[in-house]
């Protein structure tokens, strides 16, 4: 998509929300946003389309708005915007997504309080002075109160295990709704973005008002934000945390468009829109039509198929070139969520972790794994009770005694050794030489030539998975300054495996880097960095992570199985 048709639809959303705050007749507000939304959801290029004088034939755009866009693609700036935001804070406008603060009463607040920001406003309700404005009052108040408390859940993304595990709970609990023939979570949740803006769930059944009730009732909801005939939206409160979720009822014979639909991504949508126009068909949450005829809408599958395509995986629907790998039957054989074999990032209560090797090892076996890699930090890892030299190999006659009475899994000696700020290996090399598998990662001197130090780990013959590579934490740090075309590059010419780890606040690498290393045929393996028994279930994620990126099961290592694995490590 044209970045011009973002930026487009960006300034007439803000042109209509200043107008809004200014108290600018209704129609002229609603004309603006609408142009917007009609730009947003445009396929062709907007620049083309001025260029040919095609703008005004688009509906929704008028000559007023035709002008403008002209004047901002030819000068880059529009004086309706300038005009419009004159003696608006920019971060004023943004307060009027929150529900129940309608412009007016922004307007006043800003004028009578000198409200700016959602701190300011916060303040001016503690103090009782918004209470006591024109036309307010407590009822009001408590009621921007609450919107506001959505607005801040709205800001914030959820760790897709957190959302999972809701998501889980919710449909567990819905399944036994009266009528319920299907349901699904869809949206982000379903494609396994790496964190979740808001949980949605999609129902199949005839007595839409019924299940919301029963929805209502769910245990944990602490408030109810819309109760309709076919959709739902509550507040789930878990331990100290809140969460919205949404739910929708179709007809079975929508279910499979509305799944569609509402799993996205918007952008995918879009595309498959376009592709179903091109076509002479209407595609919408309710179905595929032909002019008045619906021709396609119980299945995900028969959408698809109407359209040309294979169905096509919800983790692939970011329109990253999936459609047109659909059509020509060419889309990747996804790895699967039961392909995993094993994993390369283990830790124990020898260093940070909190089960014994023996449980991991139990836990493995119970996962159906063939292989596991213990690999305790290494002595620089003082905040990790990193392992001398002599902890490490004490570990690994452990390892020794244990493989002896559990003869279904191998243990693989392993460490996962820190790359030091000088570059060097945290144990040298005599000793990573007897390891069977060595996992290299920075945890220390983040800004310090990490590049170069990943590279220099790359080429030690002994390192065989580099951890972690990108070192971002989501929501909390940026990650190393790396160049990590050039570690890519690097771990290609030495034919060395890059990590997905799938602890849910790494995810490292993310889809977008793991796809770019499978496309340059470097290996991956997908590991949990479990640091006790139950993080060995964030493989799931890591898979998603690995499906994001295109993977299929000869992308990633730890699908092979031991015999195979053996080979490849010449173990
Ligand atoms: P999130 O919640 O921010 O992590 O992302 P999503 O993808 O779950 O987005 P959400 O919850 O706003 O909407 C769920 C799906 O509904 C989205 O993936 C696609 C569909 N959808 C929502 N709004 C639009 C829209 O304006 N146009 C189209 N074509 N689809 C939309
Ligand atoms: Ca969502
Ligand atoms: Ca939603
Ligand atoms: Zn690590």
Redesign the pocket.
Known sequence: MNNKNKELAQIFYKIADALEFKGEQVFRVLAYRKAARVIEELTDDIEELNRSGKLRTIPGIGEGIAKKIDEYLKTGRMKKYEEAMRGIPEELLELLNIQNLGPKTLALAHKELGVKNLADLKRVIENGSLAKLFRMGEKKVENIKKGIALYEQAQRRIPIDIATKIADMVVSYLKNAPGLKNISP????RRMKET?????ILVAAKNGAKIVEYFTKMPGVIQVLAAGDTKGSVIVKTEDETFQV?IRIVDEDSYGSALQY?T?SKDHNVALRTLAKEKGLKLSEYGVYKGEKKVAGRSEEEVYQILGLKWIPPELRENRGEIEAAQKDTLPNLIDYNDIKGDFQIHTVNSDGSATIEEMVKAAIERGYEYIAITDHSKSANYANGLTVDRLLAEWDEIDRLQKRYKSIKILKATEVDILTSGKLDFPDKILAQADIVVAAVHQGFKHHVTERLCYAIENPHVDIIAHPSGRLINKREGYEVDLEKVLEHARKYQKILEINAYPNRLDLNDIWAKRAKEMGIKLAINTDAHNVADLAWMRFGIGIARRGWLEKADVINTKNWAELRKYLKL
């Open positions: 869809s949206g982000s949740l979740i803006g808001d949980i949605d949404d509402f996205g």
